[in-house]
Structures are given as C-alpha cells and as structure tokens.
C-alpha cells in the first residue's frame, strides 16, 4: 500500500516536471508597445564592430563612432567599441531594392547573438553632414546600431521621432538622438 | 496488475520527457538563425509605379525557399522564398512583360536546419492573390524581386481590401489610406498615365 503511494506520488512529480521542461521551450518575451524587441541579446559586453573594412570611406569613421557613443552614453553597462572582431561595417551596392542599410545578425539556439554585420548600399548617396537629397550616414548608422541591440523597427504614427523608425528620408537627421522610448529599450535589455 | 499500470504509465511520461528535453537541448546546438533587418526609404506612390518593371495582380501557387548567392553581402549566401505567382493580369508593364506566370523571390526562409528572418521582407502564402510591383529579373534564378520591399507587396483581401494587418502599416505609409483593389487599380493607371504624358 505504501509502495503505491510512493508510486503516485513519483508519477506525478514526473507529469509536472515534464510540463514545466516542454513549456519552458516554448517561452517567448511579451514585446512592449513603447519599443520592440526580439528577445535576442548578446551574452557579454562590449561588442567590438569593425569600422575598417576596406569598403567604408574614412569621412565615415567618426560619425560610426559617435553613433555607438550615442547608445553607450546611456545608464545601460552594455557598450560598443571599435575593434576587429569580425561584426563588420560595410558599403556594398545592393541596387535599388529600396533599403539604404541593412542589418544581419545571426543568434544561437540560447538567443544569443553570435555575428552582425551591417551593409549600407552605395545604390544611394551619402552625407557626412546631413545634406539634402543624400541619406546621412550618423543618422542611419544610430539606427542600426539599434537593430544590433536587436531592437526592432517602429512603424506607428507615435514612433515617428523616434531613432528605430522604421523609415528614413534623405536630409534626416533625427534620428541621430535617441528619444526616451529608445533609451528605455537599451536599458531594459541590458540592465 | 495497477503497480504494474502505474510504473508502465511512469515510464512513458518519462520517456517522452526525456524526448522533449533531448530535443530542446540538440535545438540550442544545432540552429542556425540570421536575423535580417533593413531602414526603409521612404516612397511615394509615384516613385512605386515609376520605379517597377511591371506591376501585377496574380495568384500565389507555389512556394519554395532555396539558398542562393546574396545581393547584399559579397560572398554570402542568402536563403530566398521563391513564389511562382500565376499573372491574371499587368496593371503597368513597362518592360512588355507577358509571361502568364512569373517567379518572385523575397528574403527570408528556412533550408534544412538554416533560417533566415527578415523582418521588412514581404511573405508569400499559397493561395493568396496578391498585388506585387515587380523589380529586377534575376537571371540567376530567372526569379524576380520585389520593388521597395515590404512597401512593394500587399494582399488582397477577400472583401476586396488591400493588404493584411501588417501590410495595411506599409500600405497606409506609402498612399496615404486604405484602399480597396479597385481603388488601388485606378490609382496605378492615374499614374501610369501622368508618367507617359
């Protein structure tokens, strides 16, 4: 009798574990209205990008940087810095496919991101300096660096200040500044 | 007999247990998953027409994805959707387009154990009936692509509206309002027609 007990009792021990293990794997983050995010994120930090691919022209260098001093001036402890650490900066032309810059991030089956890589296309012109009829290099490269935070991109009618707007206009140079809904992104992703 | 049923009972929910963790563990090695996320330029209705080799309104009937030789980064593979679209009709066709079905290639898929997401690239459903402004032929894959992206493809909805929830946000952006098929029709040949004059 008591044997049986034990045996029910150790059965349903099993059937919670069990549910709690298989649940488990099929957990996703809540995204939250004010930013985006993917659930993605880098095990540790500072992540090193590489501005010196031979493809970037050297006017670029600074605002790349102060693109990332944008994000790591934030209270968040993540930070990037420059490196050569095979997460590339490149300008490549990919035609007129309608996407100035684009970002790839590869992740592991943790949700860890394991290489970026960003491309701007050289199908469209560029600015240093915010100059009309041209796409701004600090403006799109804030925004990108975004995506390497894995941000997503907003595209309400209230998201349209904001750095991770999803759309971007020659002359822009908006999205240069974080706005408070960017910032509460970073810092929530990396406390 | 009932110790018996118990401990038979005990030993499934444990094996299949042992399966679902097996699996979770082998998925944290094995993926592979690229995460593709583009800053979209801002368009005009006037730049969608102007800018597409031909637009058409056609039925998806097939889709496939492959891995091929990537348009944005040198030395790459990207894996691509490829959806054969059945033409019902050309609603501007610039480059005297005529086949009755083409082939439109779209970011994103998945090939074995690879996947590739991208967030602001159109998907194609078999059997939706779609409205696509065409770019390049890829003559590689004889596949097109799509102009604009996400802002180059949208669904046409059984009550006749166009595009699904999440195409109805690009859709809005680029003209202004919803728009039913026929609306959207008349607006591309009021272009097309103040373009040629």
Known sequence: MQNLLSIKKLSIFVVVFTLVVVSSAFYKPTELKAYSYSGIHWSSYPVSVDTGDASVPLSWITPLAQSMATWNSQTSPFYFNVGYSGHQIKVQNSGNNGAP????ISYDGSNHITDVDVYFNSYYSWS?????GKYDVKNVA?????????????YGGGDTEKTMYGYVSTGETKKR??????????????? | MKKFTLI????????????????????????????????LAEITPDDLVKQSSGIVLGKVEKIQAIKIPSKIRANKEDIVTIATVKVEKYL???????????DVQVLGGTVGNETMIAEDSPTFEQGDQAIIFL???????????????????????????????KERVYFEKVFGKDM??????????????????
Do not use: C
């Not at chain 1, 240093?128 to 009309?132: D, F, V």
């Open chain 1, 101 to 104: 810059a684009t970002a790839y």
């Open chain 1, 128 to 132: 240093t300096s915010g100059e009309a």
């Open chain 1, 142 to 154: 804030t925004h990108e660096f975004g995506h390497w935070l894995m941000l997503n991109d907003l």
């Open chain 1, 177 to 191: 500044t974080l706005e408070t809904d960017d910032i509460n992104g970073i810092n929530a992703i990396y406390p």
């Open chain 2, 8 to 39: 038979a009972l005990i030993a499934i929910v444990m094996g299949i247990g042992s399966v679902a963790v097996f699996s979770y563990y082998r998925n944290l090695s094995n993926p592979k998953t690229t995460y593709v996320s583009s800053i």
């Open chain 2, 92 to 102: 501007a066709n610039s480059k005297n387009l005529s086949a009755s079905y083409i």
């Open chain 2, 135 to 165: 770019n390049e032929m890829d003559a590689s894959i004889n596949a097109f692509t799509i102009y604009a992206g996400v802002q180059g493809k949208f669904t046409i909805q059984t009550d006749g509206s166009v595009g699904n929830d």
């Open chain 2, 180 to 197: 039913t098929l026929r609306e959207l029709e008349d607006k591309i040949a009021s272009i097309s027609s103040s373009l040629s004059n």
